[in-house]
């Protein structure tokens, strides 16, 4: 008996869904005051920040692009829940991944 097959695709596109469902609601503003040192910094001049929804994000899987995903939240609730395939890289650390940041490719943070 064959068993129906869960594709990444999707996997990733249920994962998105779930992470907009926890992420974006009234209770997940951003706060900073939970993270000081990083609430007053700013971008480098030389990169170029685009906003991207999760509705973006899964056309963009489901179309073949290979988006790198990191999570720039703490150790601990990465490891409480990530999206399939997203790398750990806390905020407080992410200056040490910079440099292995793909830059042929587009990437994705939450």
Not at 54 to 63: C, G, H, M, Q, R
Not at 74 to 89: G, N, P, Q, T
């Amino acid at each position: 008996m064959k068993r129906a097959g869960f594709d990444h695709i999707n996997f990733l596109a249920v994962a998105a869904l779930l992470v907009a469902l926890f992420s974006f609601g009234p209770s997940a503003q951003a706060d900073p005051s939970r993270y000081p040192e990083f609430a007053q910094q700013s971008l480098p001049a030389n990169v170029a920040l685009s906003f991207i929804s999760v509705d973006e994000l899964v056309e963009d899987v489901k179309a073949g692009k290979k988006p790198l995903i990191i999570d720039v939240r703490s150790e601990e609730e990465f490891r409480e829940v990530h999206i399939l395939s997203a790398l750990s890289a806390p905020l407080a650390q992410f200056k040490a991944h910079l440099q292995s940041i793909p830059r042929d490719r587009p990437v994705v943070l939450y």
